[in-house]
């Protein structure tokens, strides 16, 4: 037998970025020290969203879940001793896309590079904001439009550069299944190649180039079979749509590119050691099978569910990857699976439901009509609504969860405060500090920037009429205005979109059958809102700050409205005093505030003090995220009734105990609980 060639590894990337663009670079520098041989770069949620440091829906967020970048200086800073010409760097950003790849062009000029050669992908997919991550800026519309200038751009300035990474990951975490994971996906790729296609900046025989620099991020989850038949049925629908649909003759052109990210969905608070290996098995879905590998794979950290990562638990997460590819003989062999009757017969009825699904979305208008009619949205709400009833019935094993919950000490998080990574708070203010030392001197020495008000004047002008983004996007840059003035000038031409929620037409997921947990819980809420003299039981569910992972919040808002609950809910992105403005205005029993950011120290306490001071004092607030245990205390002492979090799965029981509370706040005597 001949030796064949051993295939080349992955791209190993660690999704990083936090506090500050000096602290970040460090980290990155290190990383590659480290043998990380790609960077994949995590921005802060007013960057994703389109703010200033000091605006005042960013209070709170400010390095928090990623790097802040609020000008040209910053991303200087960010990738400082770092040669972006040999450097493949992924940016997780979406609506502000294009304003971050104008920001890194002009650093890689100002470093000498040849932008030709840049090599990297912006993630640019803004259907699933709407539908599951919460950063969009923009409606629909100028959203396809800012995609597909930004697309255009590419392809002719930096043809390395990988436009679009339309992405499937936040998908499965918002409750997707395989093949609403595959249709979506593919949906929104039709919707964005159709448009460059009928755009008119690009001609015809250029569109193998677009096909042939999309590329896809998707997730892994740990039913690791499935999810590999998944990805063949993924490369299949994808090689079929470009040679039918956009007529692409080269199978190079043709080929399904796509990173992955692991499930974070699935990491479970407790007995987080669990999660090395649920991160092994996700991790073996996407490399195990040579004709549906990734081409580049980053992976959370055991820790993830409890807070930030430190840089130790990252480096555990890449040496996973190194030793399957360096020490294992999985880079020896074609593919394993060739041949096999069950894999096959598997992928087959995925290729077939998602191409179903696909068709019923193009009956509909497409992805972005599929968008705005609340569609996609409603289905995922559903979907993830009878995965959370599986877990909660038992019929879902979650080890450690539900399942063999007896565990022994952990010694990895004897400590919790040490176990992750905390930002300290001063970070905020000294990037606020900074940030307007920025706005009072990038005219002078050493920048000298142009003043900003004419170049932005120039990007409202493009905006209000056909010319492509980009190139007054980097004017802008090169003026030294910020992400703030940016996004606020788009905002002025093109308004702003708030997203359905899917919670009013999602179906109903757990029956309230007699004897039932929800039939009892029910009972109390019926209970209560007699004793109380109203109709119903009013419940706001909030998500204050920035953070717009409203998974948790909707599931809440759900099955609240399922156990008898009027339910005000009213999507993402408010501030606490409109969050209290509602909660005063629609008369709630109690509050419910959900964020995974981090931001709840800061925000939680304003939104107790702000009702203190309307005299509500008796409308109990519940906190629900990803909030470490000594954060908890906190919150409890300042006056929050109740902390969730991810390992409190049983929603059901939370909602009883939101019951509990309100009866609490308004002097009621404990119900009985039935014999």
Same mark, same amino acid.
């Given at each position: 037998?001949?030796?064949?060639?051993?295939?080349?590894?992955?791209?190993?990337?660690?999704?990083?970025?936090?506090?500050?663009?000096?602290?970040?670079?460090?980290?990155?520098?290190?990383?590659?020290?480290?043998?990380?041989?790609?960077?994949?770069?995590?921005?802060?949620?007013?960057?994703?969203?389109?703010?200033?440091?000091?605006?005042?829906?960013?209070?709170?967020?400010?390095?928090?879940?990623?790097?802040?970048?609020?000008?040209?200086?910053?991303?200087?800073?960010?990738?400082?001793?770092?040669?972006?010409?040999?450097?493949?760097?992924?940016?997780?950003?979406?609506?502000?896309?294009?304003?971050?790849?104008?920001?890194?062009?002009?650093? $890689?000029?100002?470093?000498?590079?040849?932008?030709?050669?840049?090599?990297?992908?912006?993630?640019?997919?803004?259907?699933?904001?709407?539908?599951?991550?919460?950063?969009?800026?923009?409606?629909?519309?100028?959203?396809?439009?800012?995609?597909?200038?930004?697309?255009?751009?590419?392809?002719?300035?930096?043809?390395?550069?990988?436009?679009?990474?339309?992405?499937?990951?936040?998908?499965?975490? $918002?409750?997707?299944?395989?093949?609403?994971?595959?249709?979506?996906?593919?949906?929104?790729?039709?919707?964005?190649?159709?448009?460059?296609?009928?755009?008119?900046?690009?001609?015809?025989?250029?569109?193998?180039?677009?096909?042939?620099?999309?590329?896809?991020?998707?997730?892994?989850?740990?039913?690791?079979?499935?999810?590999?038949?998944?990805?063949? $049925?993924?490369?299949?629908?994808?090689?079929?749509?470009?040679?039918?649909?956009?007529?692409?003759?080269?199978?190079?052109?043709?080929?399904?590119?796509?990173?992955?990210?692991?499930?974070?969905?699935?990491?479970?608070?407790?007995?987080?050691?669990?999660?090395?290996?649920?991160?092994?098995?996700?991790?073996? /879905?996407?490399?195990?099978?040579?004709?549906?590998?990734?081409?580049?794979?980053?992976?959370?950290?055991?820790?993830?569910?409890?807070?930030?990562?430190?840089?130790?638990?990252?480096?555990?997460?890449?040496?996973?990857?190194?030793?399957?590819?360096?020490?294992?003989?999985?880079?020896?062999?074609?593919?394993?699976?060739?041949?096999?009757?069950?894999?096959?017969?598997?992928?087959?009825?995925?290729?077939?439901?998602?191409?179903?699904?696909?068709?019923?979305?193009?009956?509909?208008?497409?992805?972005?009509?599929?968008?705005?009619?609340?569609?996609?949205?409603?289905?995922?709400?559903?979907?993830?609504?009878?995965?959370?009833?599986?877990?909660?019935?038992?019929?879902?094993?979650?080890?450690?969860?539900?399942?063999?919950?007896?565990?022994?000490?952990?010694?990895?998080?004897?400590?919790?405060?040490?176990?992750?990574?905390?930002?300290?708070?001063?970070?905020?203010?000294?990037?606020?500090?900074?940030?307007?030392?920025?706005?009072?001197?990038?005219?002078?020495?050493?920048?000298?920037?142009?003043?900003?008000?004419?170049?932005?004047?120039?990007?409202?002008?493009?905006?209000?009429?056909?010319?492509?983004?980009?190139?007054?996007?980097?004017?802008?840059?090169?003026?030294?205005?910020?992400?703030?003035?940016?996004?606020?000038?788009?905002?002025?031409?093109?308004?702003?979109?708030?997203?359905?929620?899917?919670?009013?037409?999602?179906?109903?997921?757990?029956?309230?059958?007699?004897?039932?947990?929800?039939?009892?819980?029910?009972?109390?809420?019926?209970?209560?809102?007699?004793?109380?003299?109203?109709?119903?039981?009013?419940?706001?569910?909030?998500?204050?700050?920035?953070?717009?992972?409203?998974?948790?919040?909707?599931?809440?808002?759900?099955?609240?409205?399922?156990?008898?609950?009027?339910?005000?809910?009213?999507?993402?992105?408010?501030?606490?005093?409109?969050?209290?403005?509602?909660?005063?205005?629609?008369?709630?029993?109690?509050?419910?505030?959900?964020?995974?950011?981090?931001?709840?120290?800061?925000?939680?306490?304003?939104?107790?003090?702000?009702?203190?001071?309307?005299?509500?004092?008796?409308?109990?607030?519940?906190?629900?995220?990803?909030?470490?245990?000594?954060? /908890?205390?906190?919150?409890?002492?300042?006056?929050?009734? $109740?902390?969730?979090?991810?390992?409190?799965?049983?929603?059901?029981?939370?909602?009883?105990?939101?019951?509990?509370?309100?009866?609490?706040?308004?002097?009621?005597?404990?119900?009985?609980?039935?014999?």
């Amino acid at each position: 037998m001949t030796e064949r060639q051993k295939d080349r590894p992955w791209l190993m990337r660690t999704y990083a970025g936090h506090s500050t663009a000096e602290a970040s670079n460090e980290l990155y520098r290190r990383n590659l020290a480290k043998g990380q041989t790609g960077l994949s770069v995590a921005f802060d949620l007013p960057t994703q969203t389109g703010y200033d440091p000091d605006h005042v829906l960013a209070r709170g967020e400010v390095g928090r879940v990623g790097v802040p970048v609020a000008h040209l200086g910053d991303m200087r800073r960010l990738f400082q001793d770092i040669p972006l010409e040999q450097m493949n760097t992924s940016m997780t950003i979406n609506a502000t896309a294009m304003w971050l790849l104008a920001l890194y062009q002009v650093v $890689a000029e100002e470093q000498g590079a040849d932008i030709t050669k840049l090599q990297g992908t912006t993630q640019n997919d803004i259907v699933k904001e709407y539908l599951s991550r919460g950063t969009h800026v923009f409606p629909p519309g100028p959203s396809l439009r800012l995609t597909t200038d930004m697309i255009a751009y590419t392809v002719t300035h930096i043809p390395k550069w990988n436009p679009i990474n339309i992405c499937s990951y936040h998908l499965q975490e $918002a409750g997707a299944t395989p093949v609403q994971e595959i249709a979506y996906a593919m949906s929104t790729a039709i919707a964005v190649l159709d448009a460059v296609r009928d755009g008119g900046q690009v001609p015809q025989e250029r569109m193998g180039d677009v096909v042939g620099r999309i590329s896809f991020f998707v997730n892994a989850g740990v039913r690791f079979i499935e999810e590999m038949c998944k990805m063949r $049925a993924f490369g299949r629908i994808w090689d079929r749509i470009t040679r039918e649909r956009y007529g692409i003759e080269n199978p190079k052109h043709r080929r399904f590119r796509y990173g992955v990210q692991v499930n974070s969905l699935g990491l479970t608070e407790a007995q987080p050691e669990n999660n090395v290996q649920r991160i092994v098995l996700e991790m073996l /879905a996407v490399t195990l099978s040579k004709d549906a590998r990734a081409r580049a794979v980053q992976l959370p950290a055991w820790n993830e569910a409890l807070g930030l990562p430190r840089p130790w638990d990252q480096q555990w997460s890449l040496r996973i990857q190194q030793v399957l590819a360096y020490e294992s003989d999985l880079l020896e062999y074609d593919d394993i699976f060739e041949g096999s009757k069950v894999i096959e017969a598997k992928v087959e009825q995925l290729v077939a439901d998602s191409l179903a699904e696909i068709e019923r979305i193009q009956e509909m208008g497409g992805a972005m009509a599929a968008v705005e009619s609340g569609y996609l949205k409603s289905q995922l709400v559903s979907s993830h609504a009878e995965r959370r009833a599986r877990i909660e019935s038992g019929e879902e094993k979650i080890i450690g969860v539900n399942a063999f919950e007896g565990t022994e000490p952990n010694p990895l998080t004897a400590d919790l405060d040490t176990a992750i990574q905390t930002v300290d708070p001063a970070v905020e203010a000294r990037v606020v500090a900074a940030l307007r030392n920025w706005r009072d001197t990038r005219y002078q020495p050493p920048f000298n920037h142009p003043r900003p008000c004419k170049a932005l004047e120039k990007l409202k002008e493009a905006a209000r009429g056909t010319d492509n983004l980009m190139e007054a996007t980097l004017e802008c840059a090169r003026a030294g205005v910020t992400t703030g003035e940016w996004a606020g000038a788009l905002r002025e031409v093109f308004g702003e979109f708030r997203a359905p929620t899917g919670v009013s037409s999602a179906p109903v997921a757990v029956a309230a059958e007699k004897g039932s947990a929800l039939a009892e819980v029910r009972r109390k809420v019926d209970l209560t809102a007699e004793e109380l003299g109203v109709g119903k039981l009013r419940f706001l569910v909030g998500k204050p700050g920035l953070d717009g992972h409203s998974n948790g919040a909707e599931q809440i808002a759900v099955r609240a409205r399922d156990a008898g609950f009027e339910v005000v809910y009213q999507g993402i992105r408010l501030t606490p005093e409109q969050i209290v403005d509602a909660a005063l205005a629609e008369d709630v029993h109690a509050v419910g505030l959900s964020i995974l950011s981090g931001s709840h120290a800061q925000l939680v306490p304003d939104v107790l003090e702000r009702l203190r001071v309307a005299g509500a004092t008796d409308i109990p607030v519940i906190a629900g995220g990803i909030i470490p245990s000594g954060d /908890a205390e906190l919150l409890r002492a300042a006056g929050v009734a $109740a902390v969730f979090t991810p390992k409190d799965f049983d929603i059901t029981g939370i909602i009883g105990r939101i019951v509990d509370e309100i009866r609490n706040a308004n002097k009621l005597d404990p119900l009985e609980v039935p014999a």
